[in-house]
């Protein structure tokens, strides 16, 4: 088998908290050095590094992830990227709306805000009987409030249940795409 240098990154560590070195499989030995700028409060990740060798060159990327955060700490990882990603939905009713929809803190706050008035006004927030909303390419889709409504909470269950693995609260994650009406 060949040898595998690895970089093993810490998690990030509150000031003023403690750290622990990861449990690694036998045949990882440490190279010795860390990060010339070692410090694991740094939210620079390059300052969390240190380097190791797999002598037996037989440990998976998954294997190193679930050595350094915990299997619960991979799925909320992957429960983040997927966060990150998008959800693709497709409408078997208006393809119009088959899109990758982007979900984060501004998408969250605008969906608030729109929903809520809805809910007050049976408007968009403008007054609008329709809305232009983004996908993960750019490009916008023109959606009335019944649209709006299903997509949205369509986005809802998702964020949910990823939201759930990140906290820990689950360890199955869904599905990175729905179909809706």
Known sequence: MATMYSALVYPQVATGGSYTTPVLPSTFVS????????????ANSADRTQWWVDTAGTLTQAQAMTACYGAAGV?????AAALSAGLAITSTGTPALDATYLYGQSIATQQLAETTSIILNGTFADGAATIEWPYTTGAAVT???AEFKVIVTTIAAWVSALTKCINGQSTTLPSASATIP
């Open 143 to 145: 959606m009335t409030i």
């Open 31 to 42: 190279l010795g050095y860390t990060s010339p700028t070692w410090n694991p409060f740094s």
């Open 75 to 79: 799925i909320a990882l992957q429960a």
